[in-house]
């Protein structure tokens, strides 16, 4: 063969290789899709919370929701198979001082919610591998349209979180750097007198990829945080994707592992060990087979009880990465979490809700911060109008 054919070899197998990114419109369209998803799902969560709710009945309604209206979606087979589509992150119902990643077993169920209780909802849809998050914080009342009565640190410290999350949002531009968005993130956090929690980060996302290299910190460490790394400085680029994850206490932001059952974990692909015991090696092998490369909950095993036996040794020697249910005992916790896509005509958020109207505070972001504020609201009417307009159009 020529140098001539081996250039033409290399031309065709370039021109083949798969578009993983926003540049493909149809993987802009997978994205949007399982941001849909991803929606419904929080929407039919919040009208669930209500006093008596359990949290495992809660985590298997969201869960129900996203593997039922995926399967959906891209029924044709190609190639002989059908789409990949599911969970991307299992559904985690976080109340009170828990911070996040509660999915209880049910044999290891946490007393049902009551009036007050502060609900944290997280969770994750993909479709082709093309990944959505969200989550929520939302107050449970006496019924699901009573309004509930919220005081003035939680509204304070939910207010503070959202539109720290909306900030951060309209910050990751292409060609904006981690550094600016950190830095906007904790100006918020000063003007509404709150502290972000540090353990949270933002991630880019990539197909099948949860957790990518490049990150954004909610807080600079200070040099008497030894536990806090310093995150590695990035740019953004068009046609990435993003989660944009605010979590911020009313206390010193410091989560910590308490006494509840890590359940959550992903498979660590780039490890492999020959394991010792039958037990991990029957858990791995379902963990390969079911959740290769997204996060799951033990719950969704099979033989929950081997699994309980064998995850430790696979945990033990990285073959997994636990999620571990944090807590934030000296504060109250607001968590808030959307999916970005930095598209050519902007940075679009495809997934989160709006802020509960009983949320409020007295205190006021600093000038720069509500102008970018005003202007998100701005863009929100005007696409809301569209959307109105467009609706009434096609009821004629």
Not at 170 to 186: C, L
Not at 231 to 241: I, T
């Amino acid at each position: 063969m020529s140098d001539d054919d081996d250039s033409n070899v290399d031309e065709v197998a370039e021109e083949e290789e798969e578009v993983t990114d926003l540049s493909d419109s149809n993987v802009c369209t997978k994205y949007q899709e399982a941001a849909k998803i991803v929606n419904l799902a929080l929407e039919g969560l919040v009208t669930q919370c209500v006093p008596g709710a359990k949290v495992l009945d809660l985590c298997e309604f969201g869960h129900t929701i996203m593997t039922a209206q995926a399967s959906k979606l891209y029924t044709k087979k190609v190639d002989g198979k059908l789409i990949d589509r599911g969970i991307a992150f299992p559904v985690c119902i976080s109340v009170n001082d828990i911070v996040c990643n509660h999915s209880p077993l049910s044999t290891e169920e946490t007393a049902p919610l009551k009036v007050g209780d502060i609900v944290k909802m997280d969770l994750g849809c993909h479709i082709d591998g093309y990944i959505a998050v969200a989550a929520h914080t939302c107050v449970v009342g006496e019924s699901p349209d009573a309004s509930p009565e919220v005081d003035e640190e939680l509204g304070n410290v939910a207010v503070a979180a959202y539109n720290a999350m909306l900030v951060a949002a309209s910050s990751i531009a292409a060609g904006a750097k981690n550094e600016d968005v950190t830095k906007a993130v904790e100006k918020v956090a000063t003007n509404y007198g709150i502290t972000p929690i540090s353990s949270v980060r933002m991630h880019q996302m990539k197909r099948y990829v949860l957790d990518g290299v490049k990150e954004v910190a909610l807080k600079e460490p200070l040099p008497e945080d030894v536990e806090d790394e310093k995150v590695p400085p990035c740019s953004f680029e068009q046609f990435e994707v993003y989660a944009v994850d605010v979590a911020m206490s009313t206390g010193d932001g410091k989560s910590r592992p308490g006494e509840l059952r890590t359940t959550v974990y992903k498979r660590n692909v780039e490890h492999q060990y020959l394991l010792k015991t039958k037990a991990a090696r029957q858990t791995l092998a379902e963990i390969d087979k079911k959740f290769p490369t997204m996060p799951f909950t033990l719950r969704h095993l099979s033989d929950i009880r081997t699994a309980r036996l064998g995850i430790n040794e696979c945990v033990g020697h990285g073959l997994l990465t636990p999620y571990p249910s944090l807590h934030e005992y000296s504060g109250k916790v607001a968590h808030f979490k959307c999916t970005v896509l930095l598209l050519p005509s902007g940075t679009a958020r495809v997934t989160g809700l709006p802020l509960p109207a009983y949320f409020k505070t007295e205190k006021k972001p600093d000038e720069e911060t509500q102008k970018i504020l005003d202007e998100i609201a701005e863009k929100e009417a005007k696409k809301a109008a569209k959307k109105a307009k467009r609706k009434k159009k096609n009821k004629k």
